[in-house]
């Protein structure tokens, strides 16, 4: 009897339903936490780099500090003084032109190269390549490579100098030395923007192109009134970045003219940099980078509603 029991007990105990295990949380919130947990190193890291750092900048920037002794407090005065110093009035009239010109010779200049090589071939994809290596070199790098080619000794006034022309100032004097600026910079970004358009390019459906064909449409007919605004938010999102992008223009500047002749290639940032921290006006130089970022904001909203509101009237 106690050994038909014995044997009785496993079956008894497996035919029993299994009680659901506990959970120590709810199901809704077991699904937040996970989302927390993802999410929460990456606001940890945002909030180290960026927000703390833009918090204690606009703090330095209310305060007169040499970066030594202790901040005083000052209010707005920094900012006012933003409006009425010459050397800034200037910097800004040269990042302006460097912005806004820059800007339009890559958008483009890189828009009708890629174009050009948005066909898939092993030349086309050499072409790229070469458009695209001098984004890969650092811009100091390029900079001192231009400076020695540019330079009153360089490799260009050295050939000039042959045929008995020159030395001609492209980096000494102020026009030029400007152009010359202008003129590195979108040899620098110009890859960039061509590799953005092609991958854009590529996403245009060969079917609208067909049909284009058929009635008639020539290439460049095809490309304005199709190809182009099909990727017109990539031309949006690529004019954002090349405006901040130039806004913010030093390392070139430094190596390549180092703001020079007269502060005829002074740009914003080489003020900000080279001029007020070495100038021991940290609290000053705050102010000025704290204006920078609220303009590079600024912009990128500016050309980011003005692409908006023309979809909505394209659509309507």
């Known amino acids: 009897m106690e050994l038909a029991e014995l044997t009785r007990r496993p079956e008894r105990q497996a035919s029993e339903p299994r009680r659901p295990r506990r959970e120590w949380l709810p199901a809704r919130y077991r699904a937040r936490a996970v989302t927390f947990g993802l999410v929460a190193p990456s606001v940890l890291v945002y909030t180290v780099m960026t927000v703390v750092p833009v918090g204690v900048a606009v703090y330095l920037s209310l305060t007169d500090w040499n970066g030594f002794s202790d901040a005083v407090f000052i209010g707005f005065e920094n900012y006012l003084h933003l409006f009425d110093d010459p050397s800034s009035t200037s910097a800004w009239y040269v990042t302006a032109l460097v912005a806004v010109t ?3 010779l890559m958008i483009g200049g890189g828009l009708a190269y890629a174009l050009l090589l948005k066909e898939r071939s092993r030349t086309n994809s050499f072409f790229r390549t070469l458009a695209y290596y001098p984004h ?19 490799a260009v006034n050295s ?19 400007l152009v010359s600026l202008i003129a590195v910079i979108v040899w620098a970004g110009f890859g960039f923007n061509v590799v953005l358009f092609v991958a854009a390019l590529q996403t245009v459906p060969a079917e609208l192109l067909e049909a284009a064909a058929i009635d ?3 290439r460049r007919q095809a490309n304005l009134r199709v190809v182009i ?3 017109s938010p990539v031309v949006t999102v690529a004019t954002v970045l090349n405006l901040i992008g130039l806004i913010k223009t030093y390392d070139l500047v430094v190596s390549l003219t180092n703001g020079g002749p007269a502060g005829a290639t002074q740009t914003y940032s080489f003020l900000i940099l080279a001029r007020s921290f070495e100038g021991t006006k940290v609290g000053y130089a705050n102010a000025q980078a704290v204006f920078l970022m609220v303009v590079c904001a600024g912009l990128a909203l500016l050309v980011t509603a003005a692409r908006n509101r023309q979809d909505r009237a394209t659509t309507s």
């Open 102 to 104: 820059g800007t339009l």
């Open 136 to 154: 890969v070199i650092s811009a100091l790098i390029l900079g001192f490579l231009w400076a020695a080619i540019l330079g009153t000794n360089g």
């Open 159 to 177: 050939t000039l100098q042959h045929f008995g022309i020159g030395p001609v100032g492209f980096l000494f004097e102020e026009n030029l030395a």
């Open 216 to 218: 008639g449409a020539t």
């Open 229 to 231: 605004p099909m990727i």
